[in-house]
């Protein structure tokens, strides 16, 4: 990619301390590096963040990825941002590759929260005016936030790898619950499969656990790729990756964009009987138990483009040609 810093100045990227492998990774793609910055929590835990170069007339892209503790890296990030207003950056772009409390985005019952709202709504007032992410959990958060919304697709990253391994001749896009349908149907899209959804209810009877009641589709001999937004305590694609090996599956993948791999997730993806877990890092791998068949794709050249076009006025929605 075109060294941008050897064109103008005023493009700046910043790191948090959540993952600045991932930050590193971008500003590599781009030619430029991460502007030093002094950032320490103090001994009641407040957090304290100061930029070691002028950032005056900049456009700043404030790089932050949301693993746990997930409130205390919101904070960073906001700080970051307001520090950047303060010191006059041009034009500021919080980067969350990993949208915090985006599950939050919506009231189930009454007296619930919107919270992927009110996170919107602290980056608007801490002085941002951009926001990028990828594979926001559901769309409807570009509303949220009074200014442009950048959001990036992870799936054409995740295509581009299952066509370079897997035949698609015997392969089936498997929605692993009815909330992933809609992506589903893109990987079918994509990759000229044919879709099954699996159809599951609670089980009313024993907290917490989920029956898997039927597979819609044909999966019996097939290469099945499981596909969701993101993987946190592993429960659903598990559970689905059992269904369809129950049903005749001949081998059964999963592709997800975010890897939260919370609690008792790895255990879950190795009792699986998944053939490859595929993912991508917009979060730092973290788990006591290694993966099995981990595959972690790197969505650094992704960011970096999108970055490149902000920053150039150009079309981000020209990176996804062909995706709906």
């Known amino acids: 990619m075109t060294d941008l810093t050897a064109n103008n100045k005023h493009l700046m990227l910043f790191s948090g301390r959540a993952y600045p492998e991932l930050a590193q990774e971008v500003a590599d793609v781009l030619g430029t590096n991460l502007v030093p910055t002094r950032a320490l929590a103090y001994a009641n835990s407040e957090i304290y963040v100061r930029f070691e170069e002028s950032v005056r007339g900049s456009d ?39 949208y915090p409390y985006a599950r939050q985005d919506k009231k189930h019952l009454g007296r619930e ?7 919107a709504d602290l980056y608007k007032a801490a002085g941002a005016h951009r926001i990028m992410s990828v594979d926001l959990h559901a769309s409807q958060i570009q509303g949220f936030f009074d200014g442009p919304v950048d959001h990036l697709w992870g799936l054409p990253v995740l295509a581009e790898y299952v066509k370079a391994k897997y035949s698609t001749e015997d392969m089936c896009i498997v929605s692993p619950d009815a909330g992933r349908v809609r992506l589903a149907d893109m ?5 000229g499969c044919p879709l099954a959804i699996i159809h599951k209810r609670r089980d009313h009877e024993k907290a917490n656990t989920v029956a898997v009641h039927e597979v819609v589709g044909d999966v019996a001999g097939k290469v099945c790729l499981l596909v969701d937004d993101m993987i946190d305590t592993a429960g659903t694609i598990s559970q689905a990756a059992l269904a ?25 993806l190795n009792d699986s009987g998944m053939s490859e877990i595929i993912v991508t890092n ?16 790197s969505i650094a050249p992704l960011i970096a483009k999108a970055i490149n076009a902000v920053f ?8 996804f040609e062909g995706q709906t």
């Open 60 to 98: 700043a892209f404030v790089i932050q990825s949301h693993a746990a503790p997930v409130n205390e890296w919101i904070m960073e990030q906001l700080i970051m941002v307001d520090a950047l207003k303060r010191a006059s950056a041009k034009r500021i772009t919080v980067v969350a590759p990993f």
């Open 312 to 319: 150039t006025d150009g079309s981000v929605t020209s990176l």
């Open 282 to 297: 917009t979060l730092p791998i973290v788990t006591t138990t290694p993966v099995s068949n981990l595959t972690v794709l």
């Open 244 to 268: 369809l090996r129950e049903r005749g599956a001949e081998k059964v993948i999963s592709a997800a964009t975010h890897a939260v791999f919370s609690g008792p997730a790895a255990q879950r």
């Open 113 to 119: 929260p919107i919270s992927a709202r009110l996170v």
């Open 187 to 191: 990987w079918s899209d994509k990759l």
